[in-house]
């Protein structure tokens, strides 16, 4: 296992190299040059300078990226001028809000996903089967912005029962619990909406795992023992139709953070949404970049980890 | 084959029905194509053009209603399956000849080209399209042109692990074995006798990034970020968003055409999907 864990490890590290590579080429072919790429357009002589100097702009182009390759090593993902502060700085401070969106609306989309997934391959081309994989495929279709839309206009303008926008009532000066539980109707909408995006792919590889799993042999084997249709689905085959459906969850990063963003947008919820927002308002490259190459470092580690996961639970795969 | 094995296991002897959602799907999408054909016809016109008094609900006059700026939403609707089309196909038929080209000549040639190819491919899968894609607008500036590319070059991935594949198990298959018996090598061979048979997977993998480019399309325009010069539904969501409250119209229809369009290339990826599985099921 160790020298498994050892040879994914570093099959991963070329990935990260070539992101930053692949960063380091866009700022460096961007109109303006590298300089407004990294620095932004509004600094004045005097930042344009340090900038220069801390990141070699002078100097050619191979020495260039060795600086860039020694800064990103360390960490440094460019500075917002606009901010003040270091780019990943700013990106950090707005992730836990964000992730306040992506747990819940991931775990509800786990368990909803999941069991309706289950519920369609136990009636595999019945009437609920194609109610579930209809809705599978409609849930694949909308945008999960429109969806929050019409979350809006439905929920919060018509029926008044949750807020529009934002992540905490300005009117209020609540503590404690009752702080929390604002926070929480906040949360209502823009979770829904992620959920119903998160949902369906899950629900279609949970049904079509669980539809092969079915035709395994052990099953025919416990159906023939005598154990009732429901058991053998829920104790026996669900338990190794789960494999790809963490498969479906690791490979989902990128896609899960794409929802967020959009759906903070429409909820004006302070996390990287917002920050992405003002960011490209602003040209501030060094917030989108940093963002770019911090998403895709988290799909890199997420299908690692999903790898050393079905690694862990599966040991004929570690020999192949 | 195993479904229907399952299908029998718990009560139903049917055997999964495609055609249906398949025929849906084919008319979705000749909707979708039609009105991106007859545009000038359905709803003639500049889409950006006043058409009438502000925030007007559908009518007559109006199907879909007006604007804050006194735009036609029907005009703007219908002349935008024009902008999603033109992405969603361009990207596609990007993808698929990168994708086959690509896994065709590694599962092909195999060696230390597959390996390097394959890598390459990896870390094409691994790329977030949709933060790469705001990145290229904020460096390169937001056209179609740019978005176009950038989708079609971070797409291909998928494809070409699936022309790889088919192209692997093609090559053991006897009639290809006879084929290079009979002396037909190289290309030719790669070509006229193995592509054909990895066609439909690597179609239907084609179809659903269709849908997948009009998708981050219509979300760059929703944010504000897409060609300001294309009359697209998520620039019109991005105008419906501080008036959604007013005027309902203004997000409901263009949502519900990213909807049927998305819908539509799901169902005929789907399709395609399946009959390769029937086909390969009843050989």
Known sequence: MLAYLARRVLQALPLLLAVVLVTFALVELAPGGPLVALAGEDGDAAYYASMRERYGLDRPVHERLAVYLGRVARGDLGYSYRLQRPALQAVLERLPATLLLIAPALVLAAVIGVGAGALAARHAYGALDTVVSGATLLGHAIPVFWLAQLLTLGFAYHLELFPVQGMRDARSDATGLAAALDVARHMVLPVTALTVQYLAPIARVARASLVDVLAADYVRTATAKGLAAPRVVYKHALRNAMLPVVTVIGAQVAFMASGAVLTETVFAWPGLGRLLMSAMLARDLAVISAMFVLITVAVVVSTLVVDLLYAALDPRIRYA | ?283
């Open chain 2, 1 to 283: 084959m195993r479904s229907e094995r399952v299908a029998e296991r718990f009560g139903r002897a049917r055997a999964p029905r495609a055609a249906p959602s398949l025929w849906l799907g084919v008319g979705l999408a000749a909707l979708v194509v039609l009105a991106a054909l007859l545009a000038p016809l359905l709803a003639p016109g500049d889409p950006f053009a006043a058409a009438g008094r502000p925030f007007l609900p559908p009518s007559a006059a109006h199907p879909f209603g007006t604007d804050d700026l006194g735009r036609d939403v029907w005009r703007a609707v219908i002349h935008g399956s024009r902008v999603s089309l033109l992405v969603g196909v361009s990207v596609a038929a990007i993808t698929l000849v990168l994708g086959l080209a690509v896994g065709a000549i590694a599962g092909f040639v195999g060696g230390w080209l597959d390996d390097l190819l394959m890598r390459i491919t990896e870390f094409v899968l691994v790329l977030p399209r949709f933060f790469l894609a705001l990145v290229v607008v904020a460096l390169f500036g937001a056209s179609l042109g740019n978005l176009i590319l950038v989708l079609a070059l971070s797409g291909w991935g998928l494809t070409a692990r699936v022309a790889r594949a088919g192209v692997l198990a093609a090559k053991q298959r006897e009639y290809v074995l006879a084929a290079r018996a009979l002396g037909a090598a190289g290309p030719r061979l790669l070509l006229r006798h193995v592509l054909p048979n990895v066609m439909a997977p690597v179609l239907a993998y084609a179809a659903l990034q269709v849908g997948n480019a009009i998708v981050v399309e219509a979300s760059l325009s929703f944010l504000g970020f897409g060609d300001p010069n294309a009359m697209s539904w998520g620039y019109l969501l991005n105008g419906a968003q501080a008036f959604v409250r007013r005027a309902w119209w203004l997000s409901i229809f263009p949502g519900l055409a990213i909807v049927i369009t998305v819908l539509a290339v799901n169902l005929l990826a789907d399709g395609v999907r399946d009959r390769r599985v029937a086909s390969a099921s009843n050989a």
